[in-house]
């Protein structure tokens, strides 16, 4: 996996302002054109992501990693129909991801290089988030807009928790893809925090441990702590052996709504906080605060919804919480504040990335 400390990337005002500015021009070419004319060209993504979920299960990139291939050798290898690998990937290239050469053949670029199983990848995002199961669940977003419920629970039976323990290749992907999830955000994270003042870092939740462990490898002097539901720490171990930070990382199981029972002087919650109602938000919370030292800090990890028009993923993402998590939503400011002021917690600071995640400093309220 690349370093991040390799990675060069621009100051978030910059990256602000060009938002900015494309936001601008994309709202000046939908008023030049009657509104229906707009629609039909936003909907035509219903195409467009079901063959990207058909490029990343055939994993089709793989195939394309040495050069450029036809459509026949292609299909030969990923046991398909050479005719219809062809219309999809012709309909992909459209849009950019792959390209077709004079002679036929298609080859990977820059957008598909994100399908490949290596660091950078979004193979597992997208194979659990464009995947039979969230396809269905989508289509059951009226019932969750009309019933003040979850539309998982009603199309599946159970919390999609329960769900994935009893379906451990879901699970497998679910997990995959929060560490794609992860090391996109990883590098504007580790620019955005001096993370070296803290001598014990225990991440809450950390699944696998890649966070944790990218943290620790780039500031040597800090221990960590792994905590998460036994489940989701098997996979603990090798991952934290393959970043070499095996020896300095305790792996404790348990479940944070029952207790955090250690001590750290920095507490991370990463993609955890939205998944949860505000009971569910403020009993972790409080759990962690019986623990926290008043000189040690929190810091949530996740996207803030700002009060305006602009286009932002969380709004987008708001509707997969919608449907998905009992009570789980992606909330403002306001919202923060106020699930860590009924925690015994005091946000301290609000820190912006280049990527769309911010991190929400807090401490032990005097």
């Not at 979004?122 to 039979?132: E, S």
Request: with cysteine; charged share 20%.
């Amino acid at each position: 996996m690349r370093d991040p400390n390799d990675q060069k990337f621009p100051p978030v005002w910059l990256v602000k302002a060009i938002q900015i500015f494309r936001d601008s021009l994309i709202r000046l070419n939908k008023k030049m054109f009657p509104g229906n004319v707009v629609l039909y060209e936003q909907f035509q993504s219903f195409w467009v992501l079901p063959s990207l979920y058909v490029a990343a299960k055939l994993d089709i990139a793989t195939c394309l990693k040495s050069g450029p291939l036809s459509s026949k050798t292609i299909a030969q290898r990923v046991n398909a129909n050479d005719t219809n690998i062809t219309r999809i990937l012709r309909a992909l290239c459209s849009q950019g991801i792959f390209k077709q050469l004079k002679d036929g053949r298609f080859a990977l670029n820059n957008l598909a290089m994100g399908l490949l199983n290596e660091s950078g990848s979004l193979r597992y995002m997208i194979l659990h988030h464009l995947g039979p199961i969230n396809w269905n669940l989508m289509s059951n977003l009226e019932y969750a807009v009309k019933s003040g419920h979850d539309a998982f629970t009603n199309k599946y039976g159970e919390p999609i928790y329960d769900y994935l323990r009893h379906h451990p290749d879901e699970y497998s992907t679910f997990d995959q893809s929060m560490s794609n999830l992860s090391d996109l955000s990883l590098t504007p994270i580790l620019n955005a925090y001096n993370f070296s003042k803290f001598p014990v870092i225990a991440d809450i939740g950390g699944g696998e441990g890649f966070f944790l462990a990218n943290i620790l490898k780039r500031n040597k002097s800090s221990r960590g702590i792994l905590f998460d539901l036994p489940e989701a720490l098997e996979k603990a171990p090798t991952m934290l052996e393959h970043f070499g930070t095996h020896q300095r990382i305790d792996i404790i199981p348990g479940d944070f709504f029952k207790e955090v029972n250690f001590s750290a002087d920095l507490y991370l919650l990463k993609n955890i906080i939205h998944n949860w109602d505000d009971q569910h938000c403020i009993l972790l919370l409080k759990n962690i605060s019986r623990q926290i030292k008043p000189d040690s800090r929190l810091i949530i990890f996740e996207m803030m919804i700002h009060d305006n028009n602009l286009a932002e993923l969380v709004k987008l993402l708001d509707i997969q919480m919608l449907a998905t998590m009992p009570g789980g939503k992606e909330r403002t400011r306001e919202e923060f504040a106020f699930i860590l002021k009924e925690s015994g917690f005091e946000l301290t600071k609000i820190i912006p990335t280049i990527a769309p995640i911010c991190l929400i400093e807090a401490k032990k309220h005097e």
